[in-house]
């Protein structure tokens, strides 16, 4: 499974992006597709994730209420859209993929380059 992650950028606080993420080769095999981010120096964190064939979706407490996370499996793409954004939300976010549902970053296989948010206050 390949990943392409896209959407980062510069936004000001309050603002918002919408993040995507490609999916290609064996997606068969990726039923779940999560969002993390990190700041340099810190752990990988969960943002959110969600499964593609039931929809099911879950997010860390931090981004409850402003982040959406949605797919579209015709175009084998998850978005992640963020809104009411904050400056501790600037980070590199990363989308990757693994078979079941997971807030760990380890448990997942495959891995997108990753995309820049950057929130000015």
């Known amino acids: 499974v390949q990943l392409q992650a896209s959407g980062g950028g510069l936004v000001q606080a309050g603002g918002s992006l919408r993040l995507s993420c490609a999916a290609s080769?064996?997606?068969?095999?990726?039923?779940?597709v999560g969002w993390f981010r990190q700041v340099t120096g810190k752990e990988r964190e969960f943002v959110a994730y969600i499964t593609w064939w039931a929809g099911s979706t879950r997010y860390a407490e931090s981004v409850k209420g402003r982040f959406t996370i949605s797919s579209n499996n015709a175009k084998n793409t998850v978005y992640l859209q963020m809104n009411s954004l904050k400056p501790e939300d600037a980070a590199v976010y990363y989308c990757?993929?693994?078979?079941?549902?997971?807030?760990?970053?380890?448990?997942?296989?495959?891995w997108g380059q990753g995309t820049q948010v950057t929130v000015s206050s």
């Open positions: 990757a993929a693994r078979a079941g549902g997971s807030i760990i970053a380890d448990a997942y296989n495959y």
């Open positions: 080769g064996r997606t068969s095999s990726s039923g779940t």
